[in-house]
């Protein structure tokens, strides 16, 4: 079939699903509803079966060299393009030149065939025209004799992104001449996460956005089709490089060839850090601009009249090495700056020699004044067209914008910027409420101005307005739905071809079925146990159960339709189209408008026939239930039913309610979860905080025609990632987003004096702390049993770990893809490596290094506790090992405190101590009784209290609670633990019961609300009162008797203590210098550290005092 051909059938197919509700409602309106209902059941099985017929006449699809040819067109078009934007289409490009790196950066084992080392010559340069650059650098990579693998390296700013896109140039026009097919296709490393993505996942993530489905480019990958250019291996995170660099050699482990650019530093650590040479690569380095280069070229630009540049060049050619100006000036970024600075505005360039004195102050000098530069309307000499205009956002407001768009790309650790990501990260999650609202509003409105037509004979319209209310709520608690649930859809396109719709349809037609069903039979399910427990069943609640089960499968017929048809005009291509961002959102918008109008037709077309259809099956079933007696032919009770519909409704309101209204919706709700409507909010969102303009695509298109943003496939990226390093250190005196009025401002001032007051003469404790960090809001905490490490799990399900010697986070993950996680324990290893979550509903996941890697583990009663060396585990009263694949090895310990020995040889619980590897009590019966005499067994609201020594030979225990007053009092034995006959181990007592008073709760309050933590003969605890606030800690040694004053500084309860031991200056705080660190947790939003005096460390003893602080 031909291409008109085919395009008249796909046009001619959506002009009927656009006219035939139209003509449904004229049908109706002239009371031929059988008619109608029969017409529209139909439609379904048309356009199932053109589809069908498009799929025999389909035309074949290209073959993976066609694709590959299309590919190279598509992207050579593009890069094109974007070498005009950055000015490297001129008639001279800066020239330069690179060297072999250094042996330790490459692959030690390149062999010849012979098995001689290869001598390879790496060496190079490149100069002239750009015509003459691109093809060069193509012939010097031909060149490379290994396997054509390369990694270019240099120092920020030397050039190697722009190696590698005039590489990518030079083997796009030579690609055919020299006998190979691969398409180079460049890839910024800055979008790839190499930890949870292998490389060609990546890659065809990245093509998916040319061809519409990555399936397509998954068959060039597979036939060896791709040549991958790896720019910028330094942007992705310090911590996933060397997996990065591990993916890259797995990808290419055969004699795939592939070239990365990195910055040489980074490349070295990651080197230096263990990280395998990337395989049978040559590895060369970018070399400085000479400085005869630089002069060169500079005095080839055509400047405006009155830039004398004789003092600079009089100065490249006599300064020393170490001159500030001369390194500056050696890398092209820094030389393109100055040609945008002085071609557009003019001035005297001899300002260099004076504006710093060092380098990375002349750098900052030179990007600041830069983008100034480039929002200042063009000398009339300049050589910038003189009618080009300056456009409508001056410097200043324009760096505010750029100010947030780097801000945003720093947050999200990211380098480029991805439209259709703006709504789902910074639109308030008040907007769906907000969508619902509208949407709710606007229909109401509609139904308003349609309700004087549909009065009834004594012109009251009273059921038409309650019916629209009722439908409005629905269709706003629909569209606020839809609003949460979306979000995370990529941009779609309309098909170019007829390929697949058999498959588009069916599986749209699944995903119909499924969303249907899903909120669908909870509900009828529902009905259904209520009316049995109720004893409710009659036969005419049994035939109203039937009709509503039989009327959800119809109008879930009729929206899986409609999204079949959705999921049919989504379709990817064989043929890759440009992808920039315009062309990608002027895609998806015409996308999301032809099928939220088609899909919308559909729902209106077919919902009459769709309920009609389902009273008929409830009809038949409740007939073949009952027996059959002569039941009507299924025209006649066609026509029945649906008279019946119309007998309760006037026409108007039937063609309202059954055909104009869920057309109408469906298509908002289609909408609602298209990237570009969204796109649209969030645009409106921002503009209102001023934090972006409301053109937002716009104003980026203007900083791309200005030098100061390029587009990067779908995206935008800074021109280079000093500019957006340089705006996120200079953001101090951006220009506020909004001015406001005096009034405000004095109201605003008045309302913070009071504020200043209130705080100030708030009651609160006396800081005793050496150290605070803040932490903010949290559901859970939980300290390591070192004390190194604490976990937070924040209200939106994110798991944070932070270091307490280095006093920053380490990592976070998200607890999201885990579904409903109700967490009510949480743990973290004393590596800080793995946090433990109990959920609350039978399972605890173990979370390896903050990569979101889970293994499950029973969960239940008793602690959640890490063993010392984070290889164990206990959870639901049983220890656990932790293996490669899970945990294993399961030994019950009962329920109640726990405490491991430093070693982790020996487990205390409440009812003996154990042998980790056996699993066997040590204690003699009289021990086991003496213990838990002491920990007070059997005896109801109290809480126990357990902890090794270090070394495993010594033993606290006791227990915690309240009198009948209300006062806590704290009891502890101490033991030491000796050997006894036949192989078993006695508790030999270390003096008498000591009590400590903790405080006191209201009388009726009952247990122990105080936090305790030991560590050898160390016991810090808190200290709870009648107001619930447990903010005070006090610190004892038990070897000592000397009090020590309490440590105070939480504004709020304590969540967790811990004994830190020993360590650096650093580690334990400020002005610590060593020695055992207490660390808190307070619901104050705060980490706080103290310093344990020297009175408080009490002898030296024989045992290691390597122990481990234990949370209860």
């Known amino acids: 079939m031909s291409f008109w051909r085919r395009r008249r059938t796909q046009w001619g197919l959506l002009t009927f699903l656009l006219v035939a509700p139209p003509c449904g409602a004229a049908l109706l309106v002239g009371g031929k509803t059988t008619e109608v209902v029969t017409l529209f059941m139909g439609l379904a099985g048309l356009v199932v079966a053109v589809a069908t017929y498009q799929q025999g006449q389909r035309t074949p699809e290209l073959s993976p060299g066609q694709m590959a040819d299309d590919l190279a067109m598509t992207l050579r078009e593009q890069w094109l393009e974007e070498a005009a934007e950055r000015g490297l289409r001129d008639d001279r490009v800066l020239p330069l030149s690179w060297t072999a790196a250094d042996a330790g950066l490459g692959d030690p084992a390149l062999f010849g065939r012979r098995g001689r080392r290869t001598r390879l010559r790496l060496d190079g340069r490149m100069e002239g025209g750009f015509g003459a650059a691109v093809r060069g650098l193509a012939a010097e990579y031909g060149d490379v004799r290994t396997d054509r693998r390369l990694v270019v390296l240099g120092a920020p700013g030397s050039g190697k992104s722009v190696l590698a896109l005039l590489l990518a140039l030079g083997l796009l026009e030579t690609r055919g001449r020299d006998g190979g097919d691969r398409v180079p296709v460049l890839l910024p490393a800055s979008t790839w996460d190499p930890v949870t993505e292998s490389m060609d996942d990546w890659i065809a993530r990245h093509l998916g956005v040319l061809f519409g489905d990555q399936r397509n480019a998954r068959r060039l990958l597979s036939h060896g089709l791709i040549l991958p250019i790896v720019d910028g291996l330094d942007e992705v995170s310090e911590q996933a490089r060397r997996k990065a660099v591990d993916q890259i050699n797995a990808a290419v482990r055969h004699d795939r060839p592939v070239v990365v650019t990195c910055r040489l530093a980074e490349f070295t650590d990651v080197i230096a850090d263990g990280a395998a040479p990337l395989r049978r690569a040559a590895v060369v380095e970018v070399a400085p601009v000479a400085t005869a280069d630089v002069v060169d070229y500079l005095d080839h630009v055509r400047w405006p009249s009155g830039t004398d540049w004789a003092p600079v060049y009089g100065h490249l050619r006599s300064a020393p090495e170490d001159d500030v100006v001369s390194a500056t000036l050696s890398t092209p970024l820094m030389v393109s700056l100055v040609c945008r600075i002085y071609r557009r505005r003019g001035g005297d360039p001899a300002e260099l020699l004076t504006s710093a004195d060092s380098r990375t102050g002349l750098e900052e000098f030179l990007i600041g004044r830069a983008l100034e530069a480039a929002y200042l309307p063009p000398a009339p000499d300049s050589g910038t067209p003189p009618a080009e205009p300056s456009g409508p956002w001056d410097a200043a407001t324009a760096r505010r914008y750029l100010t947030f768009l780097a801000e945003y790309l720093h947050t999200y650790r990211e380098r480029e910027f991805v439209w259709w990501m703006v709504s789902r990260r910074l639109v308030s999650v008040w907007a769906g409420f907000i969508v619902a609202w509208t949407v709710g509003t606007v229909m109401m409105m509609v139904m308003g101005v349609l309700s004087p037509a549909f009065e009834d004979d004594s012109g009251g319209s009273g059921d038409f307005l309650a019916m629209s209310a009722v439908f409005s709520g629905v269709c706003a608690v629909l569209a606020m739905i839809v609003w949460y649930a979306g979000g995370t859809r990529m941009p779609g396109r309309l098909p170019r071809s007829w390929r697949g719709s058999g498959e588009r ?255 100030i ?211 502890i034995r101490r033991w030491d633990i000796g050997k006894a006959a036949h192989g078993k181990f006695e508790l030999v007592p270390r003096g008498g019961e000591m009590d400590f008073p903790a405080g006191s709760v209201p009388p009726e309050g009952g247990g122990c609300p105080v936090e305790v933590a030991f560590r050898d003969s160390i016991m810090a605890y808190t200290s709870a009162s009648r107001t619930d606030e447990t903010n005070t800690i006090n610190v004892r040694d038990l070897d000592d008797p000397v009090d020590i004053p309490p440590f105070t500084g939480h504004n709020g309860d304590i969540e967790a203590l811990a004994i830190r031991e020993g360590g650096s200056a650093a580690a334990a705080g400020p002005g610590s210098g060593g020695g055992r660190t207490l660390v808190s947790v307070g619901r104050d939003g705060t980490i706080r550290l103290w310093k344990i005096p020297r009175t408080a460390r009490g002898p030296a003893s024989p045992r290691p005092a390597e122990g481990r602080a234990l949370r209860h």
């Open 505 to 759: 349809l069916r599986k749209g037609f699944a995903t119909g079925v499924t969303l249907t069903l899903l909120p669908s039979l909870p509900v009828l399910i529902g009905l259904a146990l209520v009316n049995t427990f109720r004893s409710n069943w009659t036969a005419h609640t049994f035939d109203d159960y039937v009709t509503a089960v039989m009327a959800m499968f119809g109008l879930g017929a009729v929206i899986a339709c409609a999204i079949a048809v959705q999921h049919w005009l989504d379709s990817p291509s064989s043929r890759s189209e440009r992808s920039g961002p315009v062309e990608v959102l002027r895609r998806d918008r015409w996308s999301a408008l032809v099928g939220a109008a088609v899909s919308g037709a559909v729902v209106a077309s077919l919902s009459m026939a769709g309920l009609t259809a389902g009273a008929v099956l409830a009809w038949y079933t409740m007939s073949a239930l009952s027996g059959w007696s002569g039941e009507p032919a299924p025209r006649v009770l066609l026509s029945a039913t649906a008279d019946g519909f119309e007998s309760g409704l006037t026409t108007g309101q039937t063609v309202i309610f059954f055909g104009l209204l869920p057309g109408v919706v469906f298509a908002i709700l289609v909408l609602l979860n298209r990237a570009w409507p969204r796109l649209a909010l969030a645009r409106l969102w921002l503009a209102a905080q001023g934090r972006f303009p409301l053109r937002m695509l716009e104003f980026l298109e203007d900083a791309v025609r200005r030098g100061v943003v390029r587009q990067a496939g779908p995206a935008y990226q800074f021109q280079h990632a000093r500019l957006q390093e340089w705006l996120l250190n200079n953001s101090q005196g951006v220009a506020p987003r909004a001015r406001a009025m005096p009034r405000r401002r004095w109201s605003a001032l008045t309302v913070a004096g009071l504020a200043v007051v209130a705080l």
């Open 761 to 971: 003469s708030a009651p609160t404790a006396d800081d005793t702390s050496m150290s605070t960090v803040p932490t903010g809001p949290y559901e859970l905490a939980a300290i390591s049993r070192n004390g190194d490490f604490i976990a937070f799990l924040r209200g939106d399900e994110t798991i944070i770990v932070w270091d307490v010697a280095r006093r920053k986070e380490r990592y976070r993950v998200s607890m999201k893809d885990m579904g409903d996680v109700w967490a009510t324990k949480l743990a973290v290893s004393p590596d800080g490596n793995m946090v433990a979550v109990d959920d609350g509903g039978g399972e605890a996941y173990l979370i390896l290094d903050g990569h979101g890697k889970k293994k499950t583990v029973s969960a239940g009663s008793g602690p959640l506790v890490f063993g010392p060396r984070g290889d164990r585990v206990i959870s639901a009263s049983t220890l656990w090992k932790i293996g490669e694949r899970g945990t294993e090895g399961g030994v019950s310990v009962g329920e109640g405190v726990v405490s491991f020995s430093e070693d982790g040889t020996r487990l205390a619980t409440e009812s003996n101590v154990l042998d980790v590897r056996t699993g066997r009590g040590i204690l003699t019966e009289e021990s086991v009784a003496a213990m838990g005499e002491a920990l007070a067994a059997g005896t109801a609201n109290v809480r126990r209290l357990l902890a090794l020594s270090s070394d495993g030979r010594g033993l606290v225990g006791g227990y915690c609670m309240a009198d009948v007053r209300g006062d806590i009092v704290i009891k």
